[in-house]
């Protein structure tokens, strides 16, 4: 059974930085996803970030490029997400989740529907 622990949120003023960690145990296979999503409170669940173990792609929402980077340590089998310049709008719950695949698979998966495991959540409040 995979296992995912998230870390790293907290309290930041706006255009400071965080940095989420998520910990996966329990893959069974080499090849694997790791997506990052977000729900803030009335608004519906969204995709942040992405990783695939197969090619090491990575891709991010339009909302979060330029400011947030996924880097995985795949010996670890840990997935960071560095945030700068934190905005107010990127209060959220953040998710780890995650996926296994019994392939190589080629590209990143963006829709939360494809991924199998989730994280419990860390809260990450910008205050302005």
């Known amino acids: 059974e995979v296992q995912l622990v998230e870390s790293g949120g907290g309290l930041v003023q706006a255009g400071g930085s965080l940095r989420l960690s998520c910990a996966a145990s329990?893959?069974?296979?080499?090849?694997?996803?790791i997506g990052w999503f977000r729900q803030a409170p009335g608004k519906e669940r969204e995709g942040v970030s992405y990783?695939?173990?197969?090619?090491?792609?990575?891709d991010y929402a339009d909302s979060v490029k330029g400011r947030f980077t996924i880097v995985s340590d795949n010996a670890k089998k840990t997935v960071y997400l560095q945030m700068n310049s934190l905005k107010p709008e990127d209060t959220a719950v953040y998710y780890c989740?995650?996926?296994?695949?019994?392939?190589?698979?080629?590209?990143?998966?963006?829709?939360?529907?494809?991924?199998?495991?989730w994280g419990q959540g860390t809260q990450v409040t910008v205050s302005s």
């Open positions: 990783f695939s173990s197969s090619d090491g792609s990575t």
């Open positions: 989740a995650a996926f296994e695949a019994l392939a190589p698979v080629s590209g990143v998966y963006r829709k939360a529907e494809e991924y199998d495991y």
């Open positions: 329990g893959f069974a296979y080499d090849d694997y996803g």
